[in-house]
């Protein structure tokens, strides 16, 4: 048994949305019973046994003897819902001159074609390991470089993404490996173009074939599915990867108009938008995330809310490509879950996503307030657990996974803030204690295992 002791502790909102709290369509059993008093909580006791929460009470002066004092505010692990770690590597190196999501794409397939399985395990340990400086205990990695640069498979079909599955271990921190569909250039099913080949399967039932190959049997990873786009999955093909998620009961995630070019090939090809066709075809639904959901119609909204689809933001790239602001309120009114992704790590920082929903949306009515804190941070923790299938983590609770994260309220940055907003203040350099699953990974500010930004400097400098 392991003893906390925190100054102040965020327990989580009293009412979560009962798509969030039953976890539709997963296999995890919900966490214990939220505590009567959650939300933010001041000297709380929290025992740990076997990676779960064994106990969790408030109001304990003075801490136990042998108790580790969480001087701060401690949250519940961050799940980070969106990420291609490969990335992360581009970060600094594309920001210079003009240009669009398209133009930028064009450096990202440049990257792409240099990867192969041991230098993307590198720089995927490296940006899992940043993660986890920042608070992030569990990431959803949606993978698409599944092959050699000119598409030829390895002779494990699956190498690069055990290479992703390895260096999340290394790092410390939990994966959801969502093996992604990508078989055309365009809505019109056109071929794969060069940078694209090594993406590719042929088809969905080769997809599906090779996905069937994955094992993944540590405890720290979980196997999913995503559509990477209606414009790189060809609509015949889509209730396959649907089909293969559903019958597994796995998180299912797809880009969803992310690009208002996107929506216009769409509707010239189909005759619908995205989220029309999607619907028509079975791929929404509460075991369904849509990320960004940046150019969507009201009639959109109303079919993923209606659905309990959830909806993945990454404000950090998504103002970083230029690709607009997207509907978050609205998505939630709607009755969407909401969740968070750093995407392509032009930043790794939940804190900095979870403000920015609700700045972002300032910006766009010149009203102040939309989101409460506990509806961010909810996004930033349990919700975006269960996006990816991990229904048992996120809440600081009985019974739930043991993962905390504490952030300190003496930084230049924080001292003198309210704990209560600090999610307004504190950035991913606060960040000085992260426990994942009973296991600290994170102390005073570093990394236990892995010198990060040598990691980072070693893993990209052979890219670039």
Request: hydrophobic share 45%.
């Amino acid at each position: 048994m392991t003893l906390y002791h925190a100054e102040y502790a965020w327990l989580g909102p009293a009412h979560v949305p009962r798509i969030v709290r039953e976890g539709a369509g997963r296999n995890d059993p919900p966490p214990g019973n939220v505590p009567a008093d959650a939300g933010l909580v001041s000297d709380v006791l929290i025992e740990v046994a076997d990676g779960r929460f064994a106990a969790v009470t408030p109001s304990v002066r003075p801490a136990p003897a042998g108790a580790v004092r969480l001087a701060g505010l401690t949250l519940p692990g961050l799940a980070n819902a969106h990420s291609h770690a490969f990335h992360r590597a581009l970060r600094g190196r594309t920001h210079a001159g003009t240009g669009t999501f398209w133009t930028w794409r064009d450096q990202m397939y440049a990257l792409a074609a240099r990867l192969d399985p041991v230098s993307y395990l590198a720089l995927a340990r490296a940006t899992y390991a940043e993660m986890a400086l920042a608070g992030v205990t569990c990431v959803g990695e949606f993978h698409y470089l599944h092959h050699g640069p000119d598409g030829t498979p390895y002779a494990d079909p699956n190498e690069m993404g055990a290479a992703l599955v390895t260096a999340a271990q290394l790092a410390g921190i939990r994966i959801t490996l969502l093996d992604t569909c990508y078989l055309a250039s365009g809505v019109d099913g056109a071929a794969l173009e060069a940078g694209q080949r090594r993406f590719g399967d042929g088809d969905a039932d080769g997809w599906a074939a090779r996905v069937d190959r994955m094992r993944i049997s540590a405890g720290h990873a979980k196997l999913g599915a995503a559509i990477h786009s209606v414009r790189a999955v060809p609509a015949d093909q889509i209730p396959t990867v649907v089909g293969w998620a559903a019958e597994r009961e796995a998180p299912l995630h797809l880009h969803l108009s992310e690009q208002r070019a996107e929506n216009d090939a769409c509707v010239a090809r189909h005759g619908r938008t995205p989220a029309e066709l999607l619907a028509e075809l079975g791929a929404l639904g509460p075991g369904t995330t849509a990320v960004h959901a940046t150019h969507l119609t009201a009639t959109d909204r109303a079919l993923l809310g209606g659905a309990g689809t959830g909806v993945c933001l990454c404000p950090t790239t998504e103002r970083d490509l230029a690709d607009g602001i997207g509907p978050g309120r609205a998505l939630a009114d709607a009755g969407c879950p909401l969740s968070l992704g750093s995407d392509s790590h032009a930043v790794i920082d939940l804190f900095e996503e979870a403000r920015a929903v609700e700045l972002d949306e300032r910006l766009r009515s010149q009203q102040r307030g939309h989101f409460t804190v506990d509806e961010l941070l909810c996004a930033a923790t349990v919700a975006g657990h269960q996006a990816l299938g991990w229904a048992d983590a996120g809440r600081i609770a009985p019974g739930a996974r043991a993962d905390l994260v504490t952030v300190r309220l003496d930084s230049a940055r924080t001292a003198g803030v309210d704990p209560a907003g600090a999610v307004f203040a504190a950035t991913a350099a606060d960040v000085r204690h992260v426990v994942v699953d009973g296991r600290v990974v994170v102390k005073d500010g570093e990394h236990t295992d892995i010198d990060v930004s040598q990691a980072l400097r070693t893993a990209i400098g052979a890219l670039v």
